[in-house]
C-alpha cells in the first residue's frame, strides 16, 4: 500500500518547512509499505532490548529523541506502531539506521538531501521467561542541517531470527 497512490515514482516538490506538495494537495509525509523477509544477517542477535508491551512506547520514545526525531516525528511513529506492540507481552526490540535500512528500500531523491535519516524498529514476540544478557545498541544522533529527509518504519520478525539460542 502506497499513500498517495505511486505508479512508477513519487514526483513532488518540497517546501522548507517540509510540508510535500503535487499540484493542489499536501501532505506531511509518504507513506509504504510492502512485505519482505527481513535479512537474519542485519541483526546483531547480542544486542537490543527485551521489553514488555507496555514499556514499549517509552523505550521507543527515547531511542528515537537519541536519535534526533522531533516530537511530532515520534508521535507519528508512536501511533503507528504502539497500538500494535503494546498488546504484546514479552519483545525483543532491535534498531536499524540509515544505510542498514537499504536493505529494505533504497532511496532515491533529487536533488539529493545534505542528510538522510533512517530509523527502523524490528521486533519479535519471544516467551515470557527469555531474558539473555544484551548490549544495549549506540544510537547515532540524526543531523540535520540543510536539506533533511527522514524515514521510519518497522517489520515484525519470528522469534527463531532473533532468539540466542534454541528454545
Request: aromatic share 14%.
Amino acid at each position: 500500500f502506497t499513500y498517495p497512490n505511486i505508479e512508477s515514482e513519487w514526483n513532488f516538490t518540497c517546501d522548507p518547512d517540509g510540508t510535500l506538495r503535487r499540484g493542489e494537495e499536501t501532505y506531511r509525509y509518504l507513506f509504504w509499505e510492502s512485505e519482505q523477509e527481513v535479512p537474519s544477517h542485519i541483526i546483531n542477535k547480542n544486542e537490543g532490548a527485551i521489553v514488555s508491551g507496555l514499556e514499549a512506547v517509552s523505550y521507543l520514545e527515547t531511542q528515537m529523541q537519541k536519535f534526533g526525531m522531533t516530537s511530532e516525528e515520534r508521535a507519528d511513529f508512536i501511533t503507528y506502531w504502539g497500538p500494535i506492540l503494546q498488546t504484546k507481552t514479552n519483545l525483543y526490540i532491535y534498531l536499524l539506521f540509515n544505510e542498514v535500512c537499504d536493505a529494505f528500500a533504497s532511496l532515491e531523491i533529487s536533488p539529493k538531501p545534505t542528510q538522510i535519516g533512517r530509523f527502523y524498529v524490528i521486533w519479535a514476540s519471544v516467551p515470557d521467561d527469555y531474558d539473555p544478557s544484551l548490549e544495549s545498541q549506540m544510537i547515532p544522533e540524526m543531523q540535520r542541517d540543510g536539506f533533511t529527509v527522514l524515514e521510519w518504519g518497522g517489520a515484525e520478525v519470528s522469534a527463531s531470527q532473533v532468539l540466542k539460542e534454541d528454545l
